[in-house]
């Protein structure tokens, strides 16, 4: 008779000891399933939500941007066949400056306001969309020079900011819809989708891209331009006739014209600053403030006949496109425009840097012997995206507005004019999140504002 083997009872034991780990373990995979699941679905849901909340912002700011173009059209036309039309430039200066003193809230803070609203949560009053709208329209009909991006982000930022207010939006999932009211309003106002997916993503920050809000962008943008378009909007187009061959002389040409439009994109803002500090300095009272500014302003237009370079003054782009334009226009659509945004008058500032950067992109081409057409297009967007801080979104634009043949070049001119541009900008209150350069890390969580003022101190240290 056979006695069982003496480990019997130690291997039963080591089977039900796996045995039961094993059933350990897949209760615990089970239950961290089960509460993925829920987290997950808790994330769609809100995801769902947000989502469907940008498609309404973006179907608004569509038809806002179909009616505040048809507004501009009106105007321009109306003023470019009665130049008398500029004599109304003081009334708008001082109606302007007294509805927003006395009505505007916050508004006077344009799109800073939009950018703090959508880092911080700051409501934004309906009323600043109807101001910005209004004011800037009667800008334009008195020939004030500026463009129409900057209305159409705080129509956008204003939108957003009240249907997250209606919806009891908070922390990320305003911010999502803030920053979706943004590309919203760039997409459907210049017909540019992707550059405005980007934009929304990159306008609050500079050396950042907000990706977790990239879902809410794309939808903003591609739907905003697209209601827009449905509407009756259409885009002019330009066409670079010919890119040239990727060489040393013609990199190098590309790479100094890139440091001149960093360099102008500087100017630019700057330009700005110091005319608006100037009357705020020189008048204690803001309404003569207001009439000074456009006084000076409708002076130089009509010392030096320069009613053309008034309101948008496309004609520019266009011209820099064929090759028929100088440095001195550039020079001037630049000063024209500091003279009307300094003054108080209501308006962005991305058309008259496509006109600024076109002119001078021209000019240059046509020296270099590289074609207008293929100079202008750089400049038009290298101005842009150094001046405002996104190169990115400049590189996207190149793509919705000339295609890929030249992608190569606008990927270097978006980042070297965005390194020259230093911590300057048209937007005041953007956050630094990565400084330019390794001389500029002691601005980092600054504002551009406060890099500014440290700048300016140490100079005068």
Same mark, same amino acid.
């Given at each position: 008779?056979?006695?069982?083997?003496?480990?019997?009872?130690?291997?039963?034991?080591?089977?039900?000891?796996?045995?039961? *780990?094993? =059933?350990?373990?897949?209760?615990?995979?089970?239950?961290?399933?089960?509460?993925?699941?829920?987290?997950?679905?808790?994330?769609?849901?809100?995801?769902?939500?947000?989502?469907?909340?940008?498609?309404?912002?973006?179907?608004?700011? !569509?038809?806002?941007?179909?009616?505040?173009?048809?507004?501009?059209?009106?105007?321009?036309?109306?003023?470019?066949?009665?130049?008398?039309?500029?004599?109304?430039?003081?009334?708008?200066?001082?109606?302007?400056?007294?509805?927003?003193?006395?009505?505007?809230?916050?508004?006077?803070?344009?799109?800073?306001?939009?950018?703090?609203?959508?880092?911080?949560?700051?409501?934004?009053?309906?009323?600043?969309?109807? *101001?910005?709208?209004? $004011?800037?329209?009667?800008?334009?009909?008195?020939?004030?020079?500026?463009?129409?991006?900057?209305?159409?982000?705080?129509?956008?930022?204003?939108?957003?900011?009240?249907?997250?207010?209606?919806?009891?939006?908070?922390?990320?999932?305003?911010?999502?819809?803030?920053?979706?009211?943004?590309?919203?309003?760039?997409?459907?106002?210049?017909?540019?989708?992707?550059?405005?997916?980007?934009? !929304?993503?990159?306008? $609050?920050?500079?050396?950042?891209?907000?990706?977790?809000?990239?879902?809410? $962008?794309?939808?903003?943008?591609?739907?905003?331009?697209?209601?827009?378009?449905?509407?009756?909007?259409?885009?002019?187009?330009?066409?670079?006739?010919?890119?040239?061959?990727?060489?040393?002389?013609?990199?190098?040409?590309?790479?100094?014209?890139?440091?001149?439009?960093?360099?102008?994109?500087?100017?630019? =803002?700057?330009?700005?600053?110091?005319?608006?500090?100037?009357?705020?300095?020189?008048?204690?009272?803001?309404?003569?403030?207001?009439?000074?500014?456009?006084?000076?302003?409708?002076?130089?237009?009509?010392?030096?006949?320069?009613?053309?370079?008034?309101?948008?003054?496309?004609?520019?782009?266009?011209?820099?496109?064929?090759? +028929?334009?100088?440095?001195?226009?550039?020079?001037?659509?630049?000063?024209?425009?500091?003279?009307? *945004?300094?003054?108080?008058?209501?308006?962005?500032?991305?058309?008259?840097?496509?006109?600024?950067?076109?002119?001078?992109?021209?000019?240059?081409?046509?020296? =270099?012997?590289?074609?207008? =057409?293929?100079?202008?297009?750089?400049?038009?967007?290298?101005?842009?995206?150094?001046?405002?801080?996104?190169?990115?979104?400049?590189?996207?634009?190149?793509?919705?507005?000339?295609?890929?043949?030249?992608?190569?070049?606008?990927?270097?001119?978006?980042?070297?004019?965005?390194?020259?541009?230093?911590?300057?900008?048209?937007?005041?209150?953007?956050?630094?999140?990565?400084?330019?350069?390794?001389?500029?890390?002691?601005?980092?969580?600054?504002?551009?504002?406060?890099?500014?003022?440290?700048?300016?101190?140490? +100079?005068?240290?």
């Amino acid at each position: 008779m056979s006695t069982p083997p003496h480990n019997t009872p130690t291997s039963s034991h080591h089977g039900h000891g796996i045995v039961g *780990l094993m =059933s350990h373990e897949l209760i615990r995979t089970e239950r961290a399933l089960a509460a993925d699941t829920r987290r997950d679905l808790g994330n769609m849901r809100a995801t769902l939500r947000t989502l469907a909340l940008t498609v309404l912002v973006a179907v608004l700011m !569509g038809g806002a941007a179909w009616a505040f173009l048809a507004a501009l059209d009106l105007v321009t036309a109306a003023r470019e066949q009665n130049l008398a039309l500029f004599a109304l430039l003081p009334v708008v200066s001082v109606a302007t400056a007294w509805v927003y003193r006395n009505h505007g809230l916050r508004a006077a803070r344009g799109n800073n306001l939009v950018i703090d609203s959508s880092l911080e949560g700051t409501p934004i009053h309906a009323r600043m969309a109807v *101001l910005t709208f209004i $004011c800037s329209v009667a800008t334009h009909l008195a020939g004030g020079s500026a463009g129409r991006e900057g209305t159409a982000v705080q129509i956008g930022g204003t939108i957003a900011s009240n249907v997250a207010g209606v919806f009891k939006l908070r922390d990320r999932d305003r911010q999502d819809l803030m920053l979706g009211g943004i590309s919203a309003a760039f997409g459907g106002v210049f017909g540019t989708p992707l550059a405005g997916a980007f934009f !929304g993503m990159e306008m $609050c920050t500079v050396g950042k891209l907000n990706y977790r809000a990239a879902l809410y $962008c794309l939808a903003a943008s591609f739907i905003g331009d697209a209601v827009a378009r449905a509407l009756g909007v259409s885009h002019g187009a330009h066409a670079i006739e010919s890119v040239p061959a990727m060489q040393a002389g013609t990199l190098a040409a590309v790479v100094a014209a890139a440091v001149a439009f960093g360099l102008v994109a500087r100017l630019f =803002s700057l330009s700005i600053r110091t005319v608006k500090r100037f009357y705020s300095q020189r008048f204690q009272n803001y309404l003569v403030a207001a009439l000074v500014g456009s006084l000076v302003l409708l002076g130089v237009y009509a010392a030096g006949g320069l009613f053309r370079y008034g309101g948008l003054a496309e004609w520019l782009t266009e011209a820099g496109f064929r090759g +028929e334009t100088t440095w001195l226009d550039a020079l001037i659509k630049l000063v024209m425009t500091a003279l009307t *945004l300094g003054a108080g008058f209501q308006g962005g500032e991305v058309t008259p840097l496509f006109d600024i950067g076109a002119s001078l992109g021209g000019w240059i081409g046509t020296l =270099s012997g590289l074609g207008p =057409s293929f100079m202008a297009a750089l400049g038009m967007v290298g101005v842009f995206g150094a001046a405002l801080n996104v190169p990115v979104t400049t590189i996207m634009l190149s793509i919705d507005m000339f295609g890929g043949d030249a992608a190569a070049y606008m990927v270097i001119v978006a980042f070297v004019s965005y390194l020259v541009a230093g911590h300057r900008g048209v937007y005041p209150a953007q956050r630094i999140v990565t400084p330019k350069r390794r001389s500029l890390d002691a601005d980092q969580d600054l504002t551009v504002d406060e890099a500014i003022q440290r700048h300016a101190t140490e +100079e005068h240290a």
